[in-house]
């Protein structure tokens, strides 16, 4: 299935440290092709002050404003839509259909023709809660409607989804990235690992950087637990067994082996899992799917969050 | 067996972020009894500047350089002997014995009369490695010398440890003080979480910050690891199904029952597992141990540290 973006929208990913705009505009000689421009900002819902949003909006979309005939059509994802963003757009609970969140699009005050995509939420008496937001539009991005599907969504706060009859059906978010981040910035383990990261692009290739990533990935499925095996990053530092420059990835392919193995029990599948991802984290979590034995298949994060929203965009009967 | 402590002696355990001193005096009128000293400085070898260890230690021990007759000896443990310490002591490999840390005790330059006792290590050749330093001592306090044991040293750096025939036979690591702390500060886990930390006293008592514990640990036993539970701490926060006040506890629940239930596998033992602790971490362990039906005994982890250098002292024929 493809759905052919309309003219005179503009689609927007709102994160907490990036916002991404796409614009498309519709070939005038041709009325079925239509062009996409782009445009991205480094200032996430964090970096913006408190009123600031309009403002905001209009130094992401720049030029595209005065080059409009009328107010295009925006449509907004991502944490924009949280407590801590533009305004709220509630969360709708599991199981979430296209048709679901396209009926709860949250009205942006004082701009009639934009609106935010509502998070999903799961969870509730007994069952542990769990939130997703931004994420849901990939996933409706980068499946087809009628197949099931697991979805790895890695990040910050990885997500991993199931999809099954046209439904968002269970997610679970496993906090990696952060932790990743929190432990190399602020504890101990930093302190032998070298200021400037080493090039870690190929986690599949040879050298001490990828080696060290698989070593941990191995380590990941031994006794112990993840708090044991941290400190491993330390202690095996201290002996050489693993060089200065691979400690960052030794802990990155314990994390994402910890990750992968407790998930993929949460996520059961015969299929592949469905990886919606780029750049170096699409890189590292194939390798680890690989080196575990688990099948894999890449979905470019990018394009499911442009067809995501361009189908709720449709389901909402917003096209222009 | 006891360890009578010699007069004109000192211990120190000097750590990362405080050190203890100890001084006996042997009462004249009855020899065999002798009198116990403390001092305590907020300043561990992190606060030390280069070079400053002796003045450090002049500041510990105050009045009671003045006092002695003689220079005292000194028996010192902990991160003070670490390469970040005032001397390196190497460590000793596994198993040890008191008696091979009594025969690798480490001169201080300057000091004929100080010592420093060895850290222990384990792994190569394949195996992991691991580290301690400080928590060897206090093994050697809390164990009789023929009974097997299996040890829980709980902190910031939490010690699991085998003894056996005599021998600090194996060990391991688990970072959860750490990570608790990098989470608690760092992260957005700690966005949720009132400013000052609810009390905390007694985890085996009623009330939101108690349950919350409990909680935390009989989570840690579900499917989804640890790294998918943490996220929880946010998720079951924003829905108000644990109260703010109890987050935190939440959170610490939540690791310590990661950490018992993962060393306990690697540490397998059909007697009580012996809990070197005091303070706040001795009760929340004893109840963690406890609600995970697991038989505990608690040592007190200053007295096992005194009963261990006394007994290194004795060992290395270094009393008065």
Not at 71 to 82: D, K, Q, Y
Not at 163 to 172: E, I, P, T
Not at 233 to 262: K, Q, T
Not at 303 to 319: S, V
Request: proline share 7%.
């Amino acid at each position: 299935m493809t759905s052919t973006p309309p003219a005179d929208s503009i689609l927007i990913d709102w994160g907490t440290t990036n916002a991404r705009a796409y614009r498309f505009v519709r070939d005038k000689e041709e009325p079925d092709k239509a062009a996409r421009d782009r445009r991205r900002l480094p200032r996430g819902i964090r970096q913006v002050p408190p009123g600031g949003f309009p403002a905001a909006l209009a130094e992401l979309l720049g030029p595209w404003l005065d080059d409009a005939a009328a107010p295009p059509r925006i449509l907004m994802s991502g944490m924009v839509g949280s407590r801590q963003g533009w305004v709220e757009a509630s969360y709708r609970p599991c199981p979430a259909r296209l048709a679901d969140l396209a009926a709860s699009l949250c009205a942006v005050p004082g701009l009639p023709h934009a609106h935010i995509v509502p998070g999903v939420c799961r969870g509730g008496e007994g069952a542990p809660h769990d939130v997703i937001r931004g994420e849901e539009v990939q996933v409706f991005g980068a499946v087809a409607d009628d197949a099931p599907a697991v979805l790895c969504l890695p990040g910050t706060h990885s997500k991993w989804v199931r999809y099954a009859d046209g439904a968002l059906v269970d997610f679970a978010t496993a906090m990696t990235g952060e932790v990743f981040q929190v432990l190399r910035s602020h504890s101990l383990l930093g302190a032998l690992m070298p200021a400037a990261a080493a090039a870690f692009e190929d986690a599949a290739a040879s050298g001490v950087v990828a080696e060290a990533f698989r070593h941990g990935l191995d380590r990941s499925g031994e006794p112990g637990g993840l708090l044991h095996h941290l400190f491993g990053v330390r202690a095996e530092g201290l002996f050489g067994a693993i060089p200065a420059d691979g400690l960052e990835a030794y802990l990155s392919g314990l994390l994402i082996g910890h990750e992968i193995r407790a998930m993929a029990g949460l996520f059961p599948t015969a299929d592949p899992v469905r990886l919606v991802a780029d750049g170096t984290l699409a890189g590292l979590y194939t390798t680890a799917f690989r080196h575990l034995g688990r099948a894999v298949e890449v979905v470019d994060a990018e394009a499911a969050t442009i067809r995501g929203l361009t189908r709720i965009l449709e389901q909402a009967g917003l096209l222009a």
